[in-house]
């Protein structure tokens, strides 16, 4: 089946969201993102027909947003999760430690707040305490020497590279963006 001339195919990997972004502009590259790596999980209609989208209501992703066990300064509300992406929305309350992702590349368009996000540079854990008894423990985050300090806020989007140490801090209260993370070969 061919596809309608105004839908984008064949973007893969970060020089493929690059050329993209320079095309149709940051708004039609998040929106061709997310459509894209929604279709990888969507049911099928029908046994010969395309894939269903996925759908969901800002209203239905905020009022979703939940705390993890190990994460309750980091509230998720998922949109899709497979094994090759994610998407979610994601709010911080407080800053957390740095991070980097092997082999996946995200995307973060920030929906509300601001922040200090640190990018590259090198990902400093904190010592480790050795009580009685224990194999030791980590006191404190893991933070970021010598990365590349950017205030982000509503509207703008990031391109984090597969593997690149990144770090939200110094957020003005909260932030929330959405996350579309995606595996890079």
Known sequence: MK????????????????RLIATVGITGAVAVVVLGATRLVATPAA???PPAATYKTEAELLGALTAGPTTPDMLTS???IA???RINVVR????????AHD????????????ATLVTGGTIVRPATARGAGAAGTASG??????GVRKRVSKGDVILIPAGLPHWYTDLDGRITYLEVRWEEK
């Open 83 to 85: 094994d090759r992406h």
């Open 3 to 18: 596809n309608p001339p105004n839908i984008i195919t064949g973007v893969t990997g970060i020089a493929g969201v690059t």
């Open 78 to 80: 998922a949109v899709s």
């Open 141 to 146: 985050a893991a933070t970021i020497e010598n």
């Open 103 to 114: 082999g996946f590349a995200e995307l973060h368009h920030i929906i509300e707040g601001s």
């Open 47 to 49: 046994a010969d027909g």
């Open 92 to 99: 911080r309350t407080k800053g957390a430690g740095a991070i």
